[in-house]
Every structure is written in structure tokens, then in C-alpha cells.
């Protein structure tokens, strides 16, 4: 997939800024009525508050790291990297959202893959993005199980690396209609968020940035959002 | 008995006894339908059944002695999904709704489900706007009642010329001239397109649209007026 | 001492509430779907619904359409409590008000626990 220059592309956009903004009130909203209830009450509940809080951090730094990238595509470094490690990560920075929208998270990497080309810091990020959009949505989505696996298997076309849950409705047309309406309409990714879905917009532009592509992607009979990466081939001239 | 399948689009309901409802569809071939779905109360999982706001179903039904068939089952085709998020295009969907379970009867009303099937997709493009929309629906419903204004020729019977500015003369559904009138080519040529086009998204994207729904609003509510009140 | 129906498809958020309402006395239930909302109605007749309107895949909107059409749900109210901002429905407060029966409308971010908990004081009184 061609690179946009960087005036063009996605994570520069004034409607992505408006989905992360919209998103933004969510983590907010939150703190300030479990505060308020805190109050009311007597009883506060500072973990939920902290959890919350830092769940919004982790939106804005995704967000920013995005735009970085973008803005230094030239420089962006590519290294060989073991999907098994990024994965067993994103699920160390998912651990606290999932706890506190009592979702289980679950590492499926069957099979050995040797290291893939990427930018690490990134394809967390993204990664990390995705996990935490699902997450939220899973409780409204009616799923039998509140599961979110994190993933990684082999196709044609290289190796992929996504996060997944029991959904039913999610399409390619799905994703490509979402890209259309946001910015446009409140609810882009009506079948998947009530929200924004800013996290999977953001997931969307860290990867153009890095010259891969967000996909929708089925593990077994999960279906998710994922990406695919390209086996390092530096081993082999060693 | 026969079972009969058709497409239809919901405009009303109403519950029937303990367990029963009432469903008025609006369906190409046999126009409006009133249906006995029984026992669906019971169960209200009526979202997951296909029986949906602003979406058009496969209908399998049984024709009755009266007026009323029964509902063998209904198989969601399409979902207009994105109208509700905004709650200007719900409105509108609801009043073309109403305006349509008004005009129509149970003889065949293709054009009347055509109408109302073009009017769900366009107000679930939300690059149509939902004045455009209006506009052409309530030019449609015109059209179909026979009453389309005069679009060619002025009240006098000539020709309408590109330079010149018009009024409305409502009584006689024409343009007459005049120097201080509110219509001009533009508005003329975006009436035309509205009352000839079958959807309005070619119209949407014709340039310039956007700054004449305005004036065109007041003509076409007086002519919605005058011909449906 | 009531029994209310929160529609919010936001976890965090009806937790907060419900244990808000049901510390001062009301019973309460969540459903974060407009399909498992109209289960939840049926299940037991809530007294005051709260209803965000932004729901996955099936609004608020198709919920209040689907809620309306039995005749004996027709008179519980319903107050709208939502992220989407009161401006948008300037023109279509008909269609909220009368066709589909909301009582009120609320902007979250500028609706405290403490107005909310006013709020469905005020329209349980009116329903007795």
C-alpha cells in the first residue's frame, strides 16, 4: 500500500482529532461520575479511577505516537521482532481495562514464527489500540463470552498478528465503511462501538504509518482486527 | 392455502388481543397489506425477527377472506441502519412513512414502494442532505398524484427563458414573470431534476444544489399544501 | 422506591449508576443493548427508563419505535440521558417528545448524579 505524504494522511486529520476528542469524553465522563458517586456515597473507589485514567493516557499517547511517526516516516526504524513478545505485552498493557470491563484475555501463538520486520513501539501501540476498543464494546456486544485473544497465525500472505473476540458482525465492508463515515458520523463502526471507535482509527493510521495495513481478520471462529507482517529474512543471510 | 411471497417495508403496527399484533406493509405487488402475526407478543424478539424501523423484508403470508391475511414469516433484506443515528433523518423517515400509509391503498403501488425504498437509501447516505431528500420526496408525491407543476413554459405559455427572474403563481401551478421574482434558471433546472430524477443523489451532486433548497423549500411546501390538504 | 431500566451500552458508566440509584433506594437494572433492553422491559415493567441513544447496531431510537408499539408500554417514562449534544435534536423534538414519548433529554457530561437522581424523582412522582 503506497504511503501517503504526510500532510495527507490519515493520523493528521482533523477527523480523526475529532473521534479521538469524542473518545476522549468517555474515560472523563467515567472519572467524573465515579468521583461524584465517591462523594455521594462515601465510598471511593480510587483504583477505578486511577485505571480510568490512565486508560485515557494510553489513548492519547497512542494518538501522539501516531502522529510522530507520521511526521518522521523517513526516519521510522524497522527491526526484527518477535510477535509472540509484542503480543505477551499488549496483553501486560490490556490487563487493567480488561479487569475493569470484566473481560478475559487470552494469548493463543500456536506454532513457532520466526521474527517479523516492524516497528515494534508501534505495532504495540496499534495493537494495544485495537485490544482496548474491543474491550470496551464487548460487554454491549451480547458475545457468550467475554474473551479477548490475542493472536497470531500464519497465511498467504505472511504473518498475522490481530486481536479477536466471539462477534458475529464484523466485515471487511464493515472496516471500509467505518473509513468513510469517520469524521462524518457519530457512530462509524455502528456494529462493532457505541463510541467513536477512535481506538481502531488510530490502530488504522500508526499502521499506514508504518506501511502495513489494518484488516479484518478470523482466527479459528473468533473474528478480529489484525494486521499482517513479513518475516524478517536477515536470519537467512546470516 | 397458498402461501405468497413478497418484499415489504412496515409503516404500522398495532397489537391485536393477548398475543397477536397487527402489521400494515407496504408491498409492490399487492400495495398495502394488513398481516395477523400471531403469538409474536409473547416473544418480543421482534429486532432479530426481521420486522425492523426503516428496512424492507422478505414477507411469506397467506392471503385472508377479508381484509386481513396471516404472516407465515419475514426475512430481513435490508436495514437502513444509519438513518437512526441521526435523528433529522429519523424524522423525515417517520413523515414519509406517515405520508405514504396515507396515500396508498391496496391496490398494486409499485411506485409508492419504489418511492419509499429510494427515500430509506438516500437518508442513509449521509452524503445527501436531508433537505434534498425532503425536496424530492415531496416532488415525487406529486408527481405520482398527477400534480406536476408546469416547469416549461410560463403562465402566459411561453417558453422559460435562462435571463429571466420568476414568481409562483400557486393557483395557476406555473411561473410567471416577474423583475423581482425569486426564481431564476437555477431554481427552474434543480425543479426539473428534482420532479424527473428517480433518486436524489444524482441531484445532490449536481453543483451548486445546496444554495437553492432553501427558496425551493417554500414553493414546494405551498404546492404540498394546496394539493394535499 | 422504584424500579429503573439504565439503557447504556458504556459498563463503567451503568455500574456507577446503578449504584448510585440503588444506594438511594431503588432497584435497578442495566441492559447495554436496545434487543436486550425490550427482554429486560418485558422481564420486569421498569418504572422510569434511562436511555442513552447511542447503542451498538440497534439505536435508542429503534428501541423507543419497538418499546411504543405495545400498547402497554406506552405510558412508561422514558428520559433520554445521552452523549449526543441537545443541539441535534432542536428540530425533531416532536418526533422525541410525542411519537416516541421522552420525557426529557439530558447532555451526560452536564448531567450530575445528584440532577439525574432529581430528574427520575420528579417523573416517578408523575407516573403515580
Redesign the interface.
Known sequence: MARTGANNSAILSQQLLLSVTEQLKVPLLQIAREAEHGQLSGTTDPVKIQLTAESALQLIDNYALGVRLNLEQSQLEIEPVSVASVLYDTGQQLDSVAKSYGVDLELNIAGRFGPVMAHREGLQAALVSLGTSLIEALPALQTKQLTLQLATHRCRYGIVAGVYADIEKLSSETLRQGRRLQGKARQPLATLTHNSGAGVFVADAILQAMDLELKVSRHHRLYGLGTVLQPSQQLQLV | MKQLLTTGIVLS?T?FGEADRIVTLLTPEDGKVRLMARGV?RI?????GGI??FSVSDITYIKGRGELGTLVSSRLIKHY??I?????R??LG?ECIKVINKVTEDQPESDYFDLLEAAFEALDD?SVSVELVNLWFQAQLLKLAGYTPNLLTDIVGNELVAEQKYEFDSDAVAFKISDSGRYGADHIKTLRLLFSANKPETIGKVEGVKSLLGTLKSLMDSLSDTNFN | MAHMLFIEPDRKLAEVYAQTFNESGHSTQVASSAQSAILAVDDQLPDVIILELQLIEHSGVEFLYELRSYPEWQTIPVVVLSNIPPNEFDSSHDLLMNELGVRAYHYKPRTSLTKLLSVVQEHVAVKA
Not at chain 2, 437512526?84 to 433529522?88: A, G, K, R, S, Y
Open positions: 403496527r397489537d407478543r418480543k424478539s421482534r429486532m432479530a425492523e424501523l441502519s444509519k437512526v443515528q441521526n435523528i433529522d429519523v424524522q417517520y449521509s
